[in-house]
Nanobody, 119 residues
């Protein structure tokens, strides 16, 4: 069974840092770890950071210069380094990937990890 599992969410003070991880597991023939999204209470899920198959990155304006996305396809890991966190960064963070598995190409989301920025 293929799954994505995020970790690293926590309660942190404004100005602090966190690193989120997303690990893929299961019978995976190929993987394209694509990005991080977040959803705050009462808001729609939004793209935070994306990474193309070639490695190009893009960020939402609200996190540019504070967050960094990276990945290790060999280890099936996706990361999000978050610095200078703000209360408005509080949300559930989800990773997203395209995975080639027994049933063919499928898109997967993780279950989410809670990030709370508060003093």
């Amino acid at each position: 069974q293929v799954q994505l599992v995020e970790s690293g969410g926590d309660l942190v003070q404004p100005g602090g840092s966190l690193t989120l991880s997303c690990a893929a597991s299961g019978n995976i023939f190929g993987i394209n770890l694509r990005g991080w999204y977040r959803q705050a209470p009462g808001k729609q899920r939004e793209l935070v950071a994306g990474i193309s198959p070639g490695g190009s990155t893009n960020y939402s304006d609200s996190v540019k210069d504070r967050f960094t996305i990276s990945r290790d396809h060999a280890k099936k890991l996706l990361y999000l380094q978050m610095n200078r966190l703000k209360p408005e960064d509080t949300a559930v963070y989800y990773c997203y990937a395209g995975i080639w598995e027994v049933q063919g190409f499928m898109e997967y989301w993780g279950q989410g990890t809670q990030v709370t920025v508060s003093s």
